[in-house]
């Protein structure tokens, strides 16, 4: 080819690049694109004639670079740009949708009472207004309060569903202004929501539903005006980079400001530091960001910085990261709220490395040094001139796990080794995989973990991108369709700018000049997707706060945020290549709706899955899971067939049939059947048409910290008294002190105590609580005892009462093992053994109390008939086959109207006084009648008449 020839195809092909067309509508949910929707398209570029539209299409202007289309039937529409060079020819899916209106909602946060009043209404994106649409209204307009009050009318009513623990919130009813409000309370671990409403259909059209983020509120990073720009070195590409739980809150690093947002980039801040406290080229050197929500992290120079809305301070060796140093810094890119810690009770935020050392970052973010490169060399055999350092560390799907990139060279060669260690935080266990590639020791290279329970991932330098599926099985280069593995010779020379995969199986590769790719996970060859900026733009991907895709782009000082359609333009791509890239199934469903499942002793987990697809293709449903092998699984598969088409339904059933029961090591037998599991459902086949690949989920076995017990009829509030004293006499304790014990009664630790006449028995009912609520009547043998060492009541059944066959365990005869010990520590499910075998304990009096109760063993606690008390007891899970968790609570009795028993003294002195006065009656009678006798002896008993005398 001439030199001449060669000019034309590059201006020729310049051209190409530099022209881009692309389309909008009302509003930002794509997924409302229908015959009612006005599709706005734009040509960006100089060689613009007129556009290509299908006969069943209308434009107001065709031959004007900016105008607006309607379609009036539904299906696959080409639409192309009539322009001097070639151009992309799009084919967008029109749907004939029942979906036309959306929620809009408008949020308050009341701190006193850490609450959230959500104001809804429903708006028409064709007749909705400018604020609406920009999502900065805080009123309806009069469209959207007449079509909300009209919708009203016909039973329409809004409610919100929790995604994570599956919680329903109801509205208030409308008010005059036509919204309703919906109350909610603030929480950190049940961010996605879905806002819902009933079947209620006006004029033949639906309400989508409205997936998104509602979390504490979060402030941004105040504007300081006398602040100084932190930004990238000249001629970098932008960086963004967000919160894998809350994607709201992100940052954008440009060359000339960082800008930070808490709301999708609706609004956002300039990120500036004080003067003095970095050079001019410190600040204009700034190679990573993380987002927390209390500030952001800064690499610069190989220093760490925090900057907060308080202060802006170097992380240095005060906080266990050495300084100048750190070539690196990440956190973790997926959303795990719970997992199961088995060693450790806390997990790391951050992860920073040196080229021999790896730093995690704990809470007030200090570190701590968990590896150095030197202790691998022995485990890797490596010779002494052969070196080893840390290429990139990056956290894996798994929430406990993450894994350091290693480049191995020797001074002679001119490539480098390339090994992935994965690091597990809770049982600190090192795991080299088998996984090797060769790379010049120049390269720079990053790396993604996948939507995947395997630790899937993908690997990329400037051109080429390496994946690893199936658990390090499936390895290689990504293609194109034509079999390129050098993305950047198909983009123009461009390089690799980022990769972002998402939790749809779905991964968006962009170039430094706004080429991009699209391929899904365990699929190996990326198709080239349309154009939609111009190469000259910078730009950057991002994820919002409902998990749409968007591209940022910064021009002169100025940022615009842009909403990518990557659904419609994908299908645009598949269409054209439908042949290649055919969906092999019809549907693939689950009943997974959690993200997180926990399985304790004696529970099992049972999901369903279906495949629809077409007769003879012999699809079926894979299960896999990753992690320690503590589980049963069992599955059943009922087949269909009807009309060509086929069915697969499947049942798995995940379980644990380990008996805890007498066995010599209780807590290192849970221990080792303890632990999280990851587990994914897949079709065995499956295109980058599918919508959907695979659901992962966490599935772990172990002590949901979440879960506890009650005492029924029991509560911490509306007490008749709060917190008072008491004193038990010295008697009634099992110690037997020399003292009288006084007691502080602490109703908000203890609760109300419940009041009983003396001769009422007690039999406690326990309660199996979790986080949402009452689950179940607790049905398993319990103990309990005084926390305060009374001892003062009894059992009303003995052993041979209940059904014994030898002697069963007492408090005596634990103490009396477990010498020293708190009562706490003496008697619990992993020293239990039962009394009903022959097998076990041994015989005896059989006539002693039995100490242990259970729902249905007509057990009841006795008190004493001659004194009052006021008891506080701790009951305690006995059986071991029940829980993984030590599962305690306190409940409280206080006896009342007894009959008191007599004192010695008062008796003795009651006695004496009647004696004396038995006596004192006697010699009282005795002188009272001597007194009678006498005065019959000396006086006649007859006096004789005598003459009365005269007065």
């Known amino acids: 080819m001439s030199t001449r020839e060669v000019a034309v195809l590059l201006w020729w092909l ?9 389309y909008y509508i009302n509003g930002t949910d794509y997924s409302i694109f229908s015959t009612r929707t006005a599709i706005e398209l734009e040509y960006e570029g100089s060689t613009f004639i007129s556009w290509d539209i299908p006969n069943v299409c209308t434009a107001e202007d065709t ?26 020819t799009r084919y967008l899916l029109v749907h004939d949708s029942y979906i036309c209106f959306m929620w809009y909602y408008t949020v308050i946060d009341i701190l006193d009472t850490l609450t959230q009043i959500i104001t809804v209404w429903v708006f028409d994106p064709e007749s909705a207004s400018a604020e609406e649409l920009l999502w900065t209204a805080k009123t309806p ?3 959207s309060r007449i079509l909300t009050k009209q919708l009203n009318t016909l039973g329409q009513q809004p409610y919100i569903y929790t995604i994570e623990k599956r919680k329903v919130y109801h509205p208030q009813p409308l008010t005059a202004d036509g919204t309703w409000t919906i109350k909610l309370p603030m929480t950190s671990d049940d961010l996605l929501k879905v806002l819902k409403g009933n079947q209620v259909a006006f004029q033949d059209c639906f309400i989508a539903n409205l997936p998104f983020l509602l ?3 979060l402030l941004p990073l105040p504007e300081v005006p006398t602040g100084l720009s932190l930004t990238l070195p000249a001629g970098n590409q932008l960086m963004s980079t967000w919160g894998a739980c809350i994607p709201s809150f992100a940052v954008l690093v440009t060359e000339k400001d960082t800008f930070q947002t808490n709301d999708s980039f609706r609004t956002w801040n300039r990120i500036t530091v004080p003067p003095g406290i970095l050079s001019d080229a410190q600040r204009q050197n700034v190679s990573g960001v993380t987002v927390f929500a209390s500030g952001l992290i800064f690499l610069i120079n190989g220093d760490l910085y925090y900057k907060s809305s308080k202060e802006f301070v170097k992380l240095g060796s005060s906080k266990g990261v050495p300084e100048t140093e750190i070539i690196g810094m990440t956190r973790r890119k997926w959303c795990q709220m719970q997992y199961l810690f088995k060693s450790e009770v806390r997990k790391s935020m951050v992860a920073a490395w040196s080229k021999h050392e790896l730093f995690l970052g704990y809470s007030s973010f200090r570190f701590r040094k968990v590896m150095d490169v030197s202790s691998l060399r022995g485990i890797l055999k490596l010779g002494a001139t052969q070196t080893i350092e840390i290429q990139k560390a990056e956290y894996t799907w798994h929430p406990l796990e993450i894994a350091l990139i290693l480049s191995l060279w020797s001074s002679h060669t001119t490539t480098k080794d390339i090994n992935i260690v994965i690091y597990n935080e809770d049982s600190h266990e090192w795991t080299f995989q088998d996984y090797e590639l060769k790379f010049p020791k120049d390269s720079k290279l990053f790396i993604h973990f996948l939507y995947s329970a395997m630790p899937d991932f993908v690997l990329w330098n400037e051109h080429s991108i390496y994946y690893c599926y199936k658990n390090f099985t499936v390895t290689g280069m990504i293609k194109t369709l034509t079999g390129d593995t050098n993305l950047s010779s198909i983009a123009h020379g461009s390089k690799i700018h980022n990769v972002i995969p998402d939790n749809q199986g779905s991964i968006l590769v962009k170039m430094e000049n706004n080429e991009m790719f699209y391929f899904k996970s365990d699929i190996t060859d990326a198709v080239k997707l ?21 591209l940022l782009h910064f021009d002169n000082s100025k940022l615009t945020v842009r909403e990518y359609p990557l659904y419609l333009e994908v299908q645009s791509i598949i269409h054209r290549n439908k042949d290649k890239d055919r969906c092999p199934f019809l549907a693939f469903q689950h009943n997974i709706m959690r993200h997180f499942y926990f399985l304790d002793k ?7 899955s279906q495949i629809v697809y077409r007769e003879n293709l012999g699809l079926y449903i894979i299960v896999e899971h990753y992690g320690p092998n503590i589980l049963n699984s069992k599955q059943h598969v009922n087949y269909e067939i009807a009309s060509g088409f086929c069915t697969k339904t499947m049942l798995t059933t995940f379980s644990q049939s380990t008996d805890y029961e007498s066995v010599s090591d209780y807590f290192n037998l849970q221990k080792n059947n303890m632990g999280l599991l990851l587990v994914q459902i897949r079709p065995s086949e499956f295109s980058k048409a599918c919508p959907m690949t695979k659901k992962v989920f966490e599935l772990a076995v172990g002590c949901d910290a979440k879960k506890h017990i009650r005492v029924k009829g029991y509560t911490r509030t509306e007490c008749q008294r709060r917190d008072f004293s008491y004193v038990i006499d010295k008697e009634f304790l099992r110690e037997r002190p020399s003292e009288n014990l006084k007691i502080r009664y602490d109703v908000g630790r203890y609760g109300c105590p419940q009041r009983l006449e003396f001769n009422e ?10 986080e949402s609520g009452f689950v179940k009547i607790v049905e398993a043998n319990f103990i309990l005892w005084e926390i305060h060492g009374r001892n003062d009541y009894s059992f009303n059944n003995t052993m041979k009462q209940s059904g014994c066959i030898n002697v069963a365990q007492t408090w005596k005869s634990m103490i009396e093992e477990n010498p020293g010990k708190p009562l706490e520590d003496i008697w619990g499910p992993q020293n239990y053994r039962t009394c009903f075998s022959y097998a076990v304990g041994n015989p005896g009096d059989l006539n002693q109390p039995y100490e242990i109760l259970n729902y249905s063993n007509r057990n009841h606690l006795q008190w004493p008939m001659d004194h009052s008390g006021m008891y506080v007891f701790r009951v305690k899970i006995l059986d071991p086959n029940f829980s993984f968790c030590n599962l305690t609570a306190i409940f409280a009795i206080e006896t009342f109207g007894v009959i008191p028993s007599p004192s010695v003294y008062l008796v003795a002195s009651f006695l004496f006084v009647l004696m004396i006065t038995f006596i004192s009656i006697l010699v009282l009678s005795y002188f009272w009648y001597m007194k009678i006798y006498r005065q019959f002896i000396f006086e006649p008993l007859h006096k004789p008449p005598g003459k009365q005398k005269k007065s």
């Open 761 to 770: 028995p007690f039999h406690p009912v326990l309660e199996l609580h979790d």
């Open 215 to 217: 979390t504490f509120p």
């Open 602 to 608: 004696g529970e099992s987990l049972t999901v369903w």
């Open 530 to 550: 349309h154009k939609w900026l111009s190469k000259k733009a910078k730009t950057a991907l991002y994820v919002n706060k409902s998990y749409n895709m968007y």
């Open 14 to 22: 310049s051209g190409c690049v530099s022209a881009v067309w692309r």
């Open 63 to 88: 031959k004007s670079s900016r105008t607006k289309l309607h379609c009036s039937s539904s299906g696959i529409h080409r639409i192309k740009p009539n322009v001097k060079s070639p151009e992309d």
């Open 141 to 143: 307009s009069l469209n």
